[in-house]
């Protein structure tokens, strides 16, 4: 089998190679928040991937099938449902990392306290 | 429906919903918009590699630019249609929205 098939599996996997390492750096101690974590996947990545099943059976977008994996799921090739898993992840991964940096950066006295959950930000 | 229209229907809805719907109001907040920005400088990356290869290729009907993959301009960045950032844009925004709400969600519980 050709590395080209992998092609679209590699720029998820990017994604959480660059973005996983920013948990254990900055202590986001997003690992206990797992639970938490899946149902933010759940409920802002299912209304997108709908979306996406309904365009792509109406011919907005395509995939080339030399470099997906073989099988579909609802028309979709698997890295695209994905898609929606790993990119509120590091959307989420990325929020907290800035908060992080926001609050312990240096710069307390411009810190402002977040309106809704009481948080700095 | 265009895409070019969905995908600012979906930015609309995903700013009604941080606003109003969830009232994170993280549109409001300097560490979304610094979020934000680092993940749109990745995500064109990434788009541009998906998008670059075509391992994801547009019907020329449904967005502003046309059937020819160029790097800039004819309604393209990097490759990708300009619209994917507008989809991006209300992905990113939702997600964050909702991790939040369910924050304050899990707090309040205890």
């Known amino acids: ?14 994604c959480l190679g660059t973005t996983l390492p920013l948990i254990p750096a900055f202590g986001l101690e997003l690992g206990r928040r797992w639970r938490r974590l899946l149902l933010t996947v759940v ?9 996406d099943v309904l365009v792509t059976h109406a011919g ?7 470099q997906t994996l ?3 799921i609802g028309g979709l090739p698997p890295e695209e449902i994905l898609f929606f898993v790993v990119i509120p992840i590091v959307s989420v ?3 907290e990392g ?8 240096g710069i307390r006295a411009t810190v402002r306290r977040d309106p809704v959950d009481g948080r700095e930000r | 429906m265009s895409y070019t229209v969905l995908a ?3 930015v609309v809805a995903s700013i009604a919903l941080d606003r109003w719907g969830l009232r994170t109001r993280l549109t409001t907040s ?17 788009n541009g590699w998906l998008t670059g290869r075509r391992i994801v290729q547009y019907n020329p009907d449904v967005i502003i630019g046309d059937s020819e993959v160029v790097a800039f301009g004819r309604g393209r960045l990097l490759f990708a249609p300009v619209e994917d950032l507008v989809f991006g844009f209300a992905l990113v925004l939702t997600s964050c929205a909702v991790w939040v709400w369910s924050g304050r969600r899990e707090k309040a519980s205890v």
């Open chain 1, 43 to 51: 409920l802002a990545g299912t209304p997108f991937l709908i979306w």
């Open chain 1, 93 to 95: 991964i990325t929020f």
């Open chain 1, 70 to 72: 073989t099988w579909r």
């Open chain 2, 30 to 46: 300097r560490t979304w918009w610094l979020s934000y920005a680092i993940i749109v400088f990745f995500q064109i990356l990434t």
């Open chain 1, 1 to 14: 089998m050709s590395l080209e098939r992998f092609a679209y599996l590699a720029m998820l996997v990017f």
């Open chain 1, 60 to 66: 907005h977008w395509w995939f080339d099938a030399d």
């Open chain 2, 8 to 10: 600012l229907l979906g």
């Open chain 1, 98 to 105: 800035v908060r992080t940096v926001l609050r312990h950066g």
